[in-house]
């Protein structure tokens, strides 16, 4: 069973980076891509981008300027890095798995709050 | 840019049968799989239909998901509601190599 643990800082200012790590335990990291989403208060998910164990990414257009997703696969982990953020940007942020068209496995999501 | 299109809210009473629709904004909804997530409040979300129609392991049969390419949609059913279902429920397919969900539906269960 493939479990996914997330960590990073939960309060930023304007104009500073998000930095996030996603942890996977329990199954082989080399079978599936691995994905960032979030979720502003209140509202819907919108998907960030994702990455192959390979190093393969794909970004959101609307995100892509400030996106950067990285793998350790020594660690069996996978990062996301935001640039310039703004009050805009805070959501709760979720780590995923997804193996050819199905998404099983979550993380526990990360509250960004960004805030003078 | 492709885009999903659910409503925002449904209602029904326990027991009875609810489905929600997806529609695709370009193209046909058939072109790449649909996933629908199931998110309570406060938590992550849970996928309860991939590849258009298959439950994964654990997901009651009382689920069940469908395409319609005449209406270029997708939809989820959940037949003999409970007050657990009770949840917000997002659709999601893929735009070339990128994931794109639907604005989710608020399922209640009066």
């Known amino acids: 069973q493939v479990q996914l643990q997330q960590w990073g800082a939960g309060l930023l200012k304007p104009s500073e980076t998000l930095s996030l790590i996603c942890g996977v335990y329990g199954g082989p990291f080399s079978d599936y891509y691995w994905s960032w989403i979030r979720q502003p208060p209140g509202k819907g998910l919108e998907w960030i981008g994702e990455i192959s164990h390979s190093g393969s990414t794909n970004y959101n257009p609307s995100l892509k300027s400030r996106v950067t997703i990285s793998v350790d696969t020594s660690k069996n982990q996978f990062s996301l890095k935001l640039s310039s953020v703004t009050a805009a940007d805070t959501a709760v942020y979720y780590c995923?798995?997804?193996?050819?068209?199905?998404?099983?496995?979550w993380g526990q999501g990360t509250l960004v709050t960004v805030s003078s | 840019n492709f885009m999903l299109t659910q409503p925002h809210s449904v209602s029904e009473s326990p027991g009875k049968t609810v489905t929600i629709s997806c529609t695709g904004s370009s193209g046909s909804i058939a072109s790449n799989f649909v996933q629908w997530f199931q998110q309570r409040p406060g938590r992550a979300p849970t996928n309860v239909i991939y590849e258009d129609n298959q439950r994964p392991s654990g997901v009651p049969d009382r689920f069940s998901g469908s395409i319609d390419t005449s209406s270029n949609s997708a939809s989820l059913t959940i037949s003999g509601l409970r007050t657990e279902d009770e949840a917000d429920y997002y659709c999601?397919?893929?735009?070339?190599?990128?994931?794109?969900f639907g604005g989710g539906t608020k399922l209640t269960v009066l």
């Open positions: 995923a798995s997804r193996a050819l068209w199905r998404s099983d496995y």
């Open positions: 999601q397919s893929y735009d070339s190599s990128n994931w794109v």
